[in-house]
């Protein structure tokens, strides 16, 4: 008998799933699931039984998942930030190429004279309807510079574009990790401005969706290419057909096609290839469910979106109780009352907040009987209890 159980929404790489001990089962049915694993199903809908612990989107957008019901009801959610970003990287080189360059018109053309006498000589009299621009010297807008934004910078300032950047909240890491010859602006009124290509890398959020629309494009250059490998709702598709009928855009190119974008006329429809690489899925994969197993079996969180990061270290013995809480006063005084109540030495005690959330881990040296566990969960304000042992 196993003891614990994971569901998967979506296929997800057998070499991550191989990385389930013999300790775990997979099951169809996410009521007896303790870990849910998804790429891009969504779960906004979904109902959300008591005994799902932990999601982990083997990816990197988390639009698809109800974060803040998660919280609330104690699930963490992780992603695997950076895991698939070399893949997105490179489709959007791609997506430049192809903006540029009219391949996909050409290639099609291919296929229409296949059948000719002279296919040779009828491509070279035919050729120049598909002549186009090259990328070296032209300027490119990067907006959001998180783990896709700066590879995608980098790469496309080694092919000899000018690359501007901007993400007024830029992490660290990824501000070490960008090229010192990116110009990093202020504001995205300046990439509008200056840009012959732009390419979206937020995520979709309340302040960002429909960012790219009238107002936004009338700041553009005549004939920018706008490139999305982020998400579809990022875009006025409504905004964007007028522009691409009056010429103000050139190329749309989109890794999210929709009923409006798919049969548009100057948009380069792609669907949703940027993560799907061998290697992408694979290293999200692992990510997701080496996280899975940290958090299931050691309570240990890394990589969340709605709670904290929060690391006690391996479950070495005795008993590990975590509790899912909201981050309100009071809080541990009530925890550790609970345990002093029955003469119970905590021997390492761990909280971490984020934002309306908190984390608290309490290592005992023995066991604790089950009503620790329910005169924790009857505390206000707490959300879940899991107890290892
Ligand atoms: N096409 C695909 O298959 C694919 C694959 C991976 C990710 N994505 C999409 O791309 C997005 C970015 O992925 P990532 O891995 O680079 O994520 P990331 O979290 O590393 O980077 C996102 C960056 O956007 C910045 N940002 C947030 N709001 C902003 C704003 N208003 N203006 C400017 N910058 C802002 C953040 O500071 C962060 O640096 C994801 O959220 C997802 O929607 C698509
Ligand atoms: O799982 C995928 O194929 C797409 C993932 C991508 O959209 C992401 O946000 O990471």
Same mark, same amino acid.
């Given at each position: 008998?196993?003891?614990?159980?994971?569901?998967?929404?979506?296929?997800?790489?057998?070499?991550?799933?191989?990385?389930?001990?013999?300790?775990?089962?997979?099951?169809?049915?996410? *009521?007896?699931?303790?870990?849910?694993?998804?790429?891009s199903?969504s779960?906004?809908?979904?109902?959300?039984?008591?005994?799902?612990?932990?999601?982990?989107?083997?990816?990197?957008?988390?639009n698809?998942?109800?974060?803040?019901?998660?919280?609330?009801?104690?699930?963490?959610?992780?992603?695997?930030?950076?895991?698939?970003?070399?893949?997105v990287?490179?489709l959007v080189?791609a997506g430049l190429m192809l903006a540029s360059r009219n391949i996909v018109g050409g290639i099609n053309w291919v296929q229409t004279i296949k059948?000719?006498?002279?296919?040779?000589?009828?491509?070279?009299?035919g050729?120049?309807k598909f002549?186009g621009?090259?990328?070296?010297?032209? *300027?490119?807008?990067?907006?959001?510079?998180?783990?896709?934004?700066?590879?995608?910078?980098?790469?496309?300032?080694?092919?000899?574009?000018?690359?501007?950047?901007?993400?007024?909240?830029?992490?660290?890491?990824?501000?070490?990790?960008?090229?010192?010859?990116?110009?990093?602006?202020?504001? *995205?009124?300046?990439?509008?401005?200056?840009?012959?290509y732009i390419s979206l890398?937020?995520?979709l959020?309340?302040?960002?969706k429909k960012m790219i629309n009238k107002?936004t494009l009338?700041?553009c250059?005549d004939g920018v290419v706008i490139l999305n490998f982020a998400r579809d709702l990022l875009v006025n598709d409504e905004d964007m057909e007028e522009a691409l009928k009056s010429g103000k855009v050139a190329a749309y190119v989109t890794d999210f096609p929709n009923e409006k974008t798919a049969g548009m006329k100057g948009v380069i429809a792609i669907p949703h290839l940027g993560a799907s690489?061998?290697?992408?899925?694979?290293?999200?994969?692992?990510?997701?469910?080496?996280?899975?197993?940290?958090?299931?079996?050691?309570?240990?969180? *890394?990589?969340?979106?709605?709670?904290?990061?929060?690391?006690?270290?391996?479950?070495?013995?005795?008993?590990?109780?975590?509790?899912?809480?909201?981050?309100?006063?009071?809080?541990?005084?009530?925890?550790?009352?609970?345990?002093?109540?029955?003469?119970?030495?905590?021997?390492?005690?761990?909280?971490?907040?984020?934002?309306?959330?908190?984390?608290?881990?309490?290592?005992?040296?023995?066991?604790?009987?089950?009503?620790?566990?329910?005169?924790?969960?009857?505390?206000?304000?707490?959300?879940?209890?899991?107890?290892?042992?």
């Amino acid at each position: 008998m196993s003891k614990y159980k994971y569901s998967c929404l979506n296929p997800i790489a057998q070499v991550g799933l191989g990385l389930f001990s013999e300790e775990y089962t997979k099951t169809d049915d996410i *009521k007896e699931a303790d870990a849910v694993l998804v790429r891009s199903a969504s779960m906004l809908e979904m109902e959300l039984p008591e005994n799902i612990s932990a999601i982990a989107r083997a990816g990197a957008g988390v639009n698809n998942i109800p974060l803040d019901k998660c919280a609330s009801d104690g699930i963490v959610v992780f992603n695997t930030p950076g895991a698939n970003a070399n893949g997105v990287k490179e489709l959007v080189i791609a997506g430049l190429m192809l903006a540029s360059r009219n391949i996909v018109g050409g290639i099609n053309w291919v296929q229409t004279i296949k059948e000719e006498k002279d296919v040779a000589k009828l491509v070279e009299k035919g050729k120049s309807k598909f002549a186009g621009k090259e990328i070296q010297g032209k *300027k490119l807008g990067v907006i959001g510079l998180g783990a896709i934004g700066v590879l995608a910078a980098n790469a496309a300032n080694r092919l000899g574009m000018e690359v501007y950047g901007c993400d007024p909240y830029i992490s660290v890491e990824h501000a070490w990790n960008l090229s010192r010859d990116i110009i990093s602006v202020k504001s *995205k009124e300046d990439i509008y401005k200056e840009c012959d290509y732009i390419s979206l890398h937020v995520p979709l959020l309340e302040d960002t969706k429909k960012m790219i629309n009238k107002e936004t494009l009338s700041k553009c250059k005549d004939g920018v290419v706008i490139l999305n490998f982020a998400r579809d709702l990022l875009v006025n598709d409504e905004d964007m057909e007028e522009a691409l009928k009056s010429g103000k855009v050139a190329a749309y190119v989109t890794d999210f096609p929709n009923e409006k974008t798919a049969g548009m006329k100057g948009v380069i429809a792609i669907p949703h290839l940027g993560a799907s690489t061998e290697e992408s899925e694979d290293n999200c994969a692992v990510m997701a469910v080496k996280q899975i197993k940290d958090y299931i079996e050691h309570g240990i969180i *890394k990589n969340s979106v709605n709670y904290p990061d929060c690391d006690a270290g391996t479950f070495t013995g005795g008993t590990r109780v975590t509790i899912n809480h909201k981050n309100i006063p009071n809080m541990l005084t009530q925890f550790t009352g609970v345990f002093s109540a029955e003469n119970i030495n905590i021997a390492n005690l761990l909280n971490k907040s984020k934002g309306d959330y908190a984390y608290t881990v309490i290592d005992i040296e023995g066991g604790v009987s089950n009503g620790i566990a329910d005169k924790l969960k009857a505390i206000n304000g707490v959300l879940k209890v899991r107890t290892l042992s």
